[in-house]
């Protein structure tokens, strides 16, 4: 996407070295510490302006983090012009509400446009976690200060260094897509959703709908899960094989509720959850997935929701139901032709 004038002074990205770097957006700036081992992102408030800084300062691909001011949220919305940075919560609330809708004099040409009420709200650690892929430790950092009187050396390192570095390499979780849709798998994304195929091989997935589109690829797969509104006491597991030809749900209460994205579907243990979860979420819902729903859902059972997904394995059991009445009826024909010459050997005689 192209970046205008407006738009690189909103989000002035610095790397080690001093190079410039651009992104349209707070997510695209934020995805770019998966490249970059340390960057210094610079923005503001896309309601109140310049006068309300607010700083990232990224090391080691974004696992150290200083954060100013700690409360700065990121607006998500349905594409990278309608991603917001605001200063607080209070600032996202006048953002969105009418008469602003999400629109800024702060803002681009080509961003200035009204988003739903609605949209997702983040914390930029929160963020971090779902579009870089790992957890970052977020140093402490002094109050908010005046440009004026800092050196951009001065604002480049974090104020205070941990007493020990983190003996490991940035998550791996970082490096992974999900195989369905492509998207970043994070720590959350793992810990909500365990898929495997038979030999134990991780398969990585964002969400559940993610999940069971991955079953018409694998001869064997085991998807483990838990209800969105009940947490980790009610597991929902899947295990199938033959592509799909073959599966098992436990419960067979268990519950599907989509409305066509990867940020807008839930799994439930039974109907009683998919109830609750219709109109909402809870704190047990993976992170992508704590807001409202952009629309009603259709909920149905997840033996319903596997067969929505895989329909060969459809036609494979409707293939195979065919060629077990093919062979009745020849049974059938054979079995009436040795009559046919038994009656006849009998008259002959």
């Given amino acids: ?124 650690v929160q963020a971090t976690i ?16 005046s440009t004026s009187n800092s050196s951009s050396e001065n604002t480049s390192e974090p104020a205070v260094e941990p007493t020990t570095e983190p003996t490991s390499s940035p998550s791996e979780e970082g490096t992974h897509e999900c195989e369905a849709c492509g998207m970043t798998v994070t720590e959350d994304d793992l810990w909500h959703f365990n898929v495997t195929d038979e030999t134990g091989k991780q398969h990585y997935v964002e969400c559940y709908m993610c999940a069971l589109n991955l079953i018409k690829r694998y001869e064997t797969l085991h998807i483990q899960a838990f209800c969105d509104w009940y947490g ?64 009603t859902p259709t909920i149905i059972t997840v033996s319903e929701a596997i067969a929505l997904y895989n329909p060969n394995s459809k036609k494979q059991d409707t293939q195979q139901n065919y060629n077990n009445l093919i062979l009745v009826a020849f049974g059938s024909l054979g079995a009436s032709a040795a009559v046919i010459v038994a009656v006849a050997k009998f008259r002959k005689k």
């Fill in 1 to 124: 996407m192209t970046v205008d004038t407006l738009g690189q002074e909103r989000f002035r990205i610095v790397d080690i070295n001093g190079i410039r770097h651009y992104a349209c957006c707070p997510i695209c700036a934020l995805k770019l510490m998966k490249t970059y081992g340390e960057l210094n992102i610079t923005s503001f408030c896309d309601l109140n302006g310049p006068s309300y800084p607010i700083t990232i300062a990224a090391k080691q691909h974004g696992s150290l983090m200083t954060i100013s001011p700690t409360g700065a949220l990121i607006v998500v919305g349905n594409d990278c012009t309608e991603n917001r940075m605001v200063y607080d919560s209070s600032a996202a609330d006048a953002l969105l509400a009418p008469p602003n809708n999400g629109a800024s004099k702060w803002l681009s040409q080509l961003t200035n446009t009204t988003i739903a009420p609605n949209a997702t709200r983040m914390g930029i």
């Fill in 130 to 145: 779902q579009y870089v892929g790992v957890t970052p430790i977020v140093l402490s950092n002094p109050e908010p200060t």
């Fill in 232 to 295: 980790q006491d009610y597991p929902i597991t899947v295990s199938s094989s033959g592509y799909g030809a073959q599966t098992t749900v436990n419960p067979q209460s268990a519950m599907y509720l989509y409305a066509g994205t990867c940020e807008n579907n839930r799994v439930a243990y039974n109907e009683t959850a998919a109830d609750a979860l219709g109109v909402g979420y809870s704190q047990n819902t993976s992170l992508l997935q704590q807001h409202e729903w952009i629309s």
